[in-house]
T-cell receptor, first 116, second 111 residues
């Protein structure tokens, strides 16, 4: 597609429920990233996928968080047993690093998650 | 480490004045330095970037300068306009394909 698409744009869930957030990156972009942005805060790295390599999961805050990327395209971020501190905007981005050279990300508009 | 400090956290300027935001990093392997603008309710948007083989880059009213020796880089916005009001994030990367972001600067351009 023309840009990075995220769904849903807003999600309200009850504490303890599981949620799935979806990201559809720009076609052809081999790298996909998930970041979390709490109210008024910066961007916290969660996880990074690059081609067929093992994902960099070093930013996941707990084992309740997981993500997968199927077929090198769409990614799903899953949060199990949600807690109120999980409330944030979850941003997805994609890029096309070439020959070991990093390039800027294109971000989606994010999913605003509210845990009540 | 990969930390990046960004200052100031908030900046208020009069329309037409210049705005400067500064970032300091510590990772010597970093060679790519983008700046993002985030408007309310939207994702961050890349506005300008610079690589370590140059010291300055300009695009109309915005410019970025890099001092690799001192490990700091800055965003300069001239002739500010109300539509420049947003949150600005610096970032750096290059040791891998992952960017590390600053904590953001809330810029307000007042009429």
């Amino acid at each position: 597609g023309a840009g990075v698409s995220q769904s849903p744009s807003n999600k309200v869930t009850e504490k303890g429920k599981d949620v799935e957030l979806r990201c559809d990156p720009i076609s052809g972009h081999t790298a996909l990233y998930w970041y979390r942005q709490s109210l008024g805060q910066g961007l916290e790295f969660l996880i990074y996928f690059q081609g067929n390599s093992a994902p960099d999961k070093s930013g996941l805050p707990s084992d309740r968080f997981s993500a997968e990327r199927t077929g090198g395209s769409v990614s799903t971020l899953t949060i199990q047993r949600t807690q109120q501190e999980d409330s944030a905007v979850y941003l997805c981005a994609s890029s096309f690093p070439t020959g070991g050279i990093i390039y800027g990300y294109t971000f989606g508009s994010g999913t605003r998650l509210t845990v009540v | 480490g990969e930390n990046v400090e960004q200052h100031p956290s908030t900046l208020s300027v009069q329309e037409g004045d210049s705005a400067v935001i500064k970032c300091t990093y510590s990772d010597s392997a970093s060679n790519y330095f983008p700046w993002y603008k985030q408007e309310l309710g939207k994702g961050p948007q890349l506005i300008i970037d610079i690589r370590s083989n140059v010291g300055e880059k300009k695009d109309q009213r915005i410019a970025v300068t890099l001092n690799k020796t001192a490990k700091h880089f800055s965003l300069h916005i001239t002739e500010t306009q109300p539509e420049d009001s947003a949150v600005y994030f610096c970032a750096h990367g290059g040791g891998g394909n992952k960017l590390t972001f600053g904590t953001g600067t809330q810029l307000k351009v007042e009429l």
